[in-house]
Each structure stands twice: as C-alpha cells, then as structure tokens.
C-alpha cells in the first residue's frame, strides 16, 4: 500500500488528519507530513483520509495481493 499526496492540490484543510492520525499531521499551518507506506492495518482510516479530502490530493495505491486483504 502507498499513499501519495499532490501537495500542489493540497490546501491544508486537515480533514485526513482527523480521518488519520496516525498517518498524516499538519506541521504548521499550511505543511503537510504524512506515511507514504504505511502499514496494511491502517488501509480503512487512509481510506477514509482519501474521502474526506475536500480537494482529492490523497491517492491510494494497493497491490493487486493487498486488495483482497480489506477486512
């Protein structure tokens, strides 16, 4: 699983950092530090950071074997 954000999108609403704790925090007021690999137990909560992300700046990669592994 890989997560990429276009930071150019990005606005900095913090709506994946309330989505995702774990994964993305906002260091400041505009940058964004997030886990581009993070482990396949937080697939939901990323999810949920790539739906809730008010410009769609937050892509999901999953590897063909991952995908089946969504509990």
Known sequence: MRVVVDLNRCQAYAQCC?????????????????????????????ERAVQACPVRAILLEVEPEEAGSHG
């Open 18 to 46: 309330f989505a995702a704790p774990e994964s993305f925090a906002l260091h400041g007021p505009e940058v964004l530090v997030y886990d581009a690999a993070p482990p396949p137990e937080r697939r939901r909560e990323i």
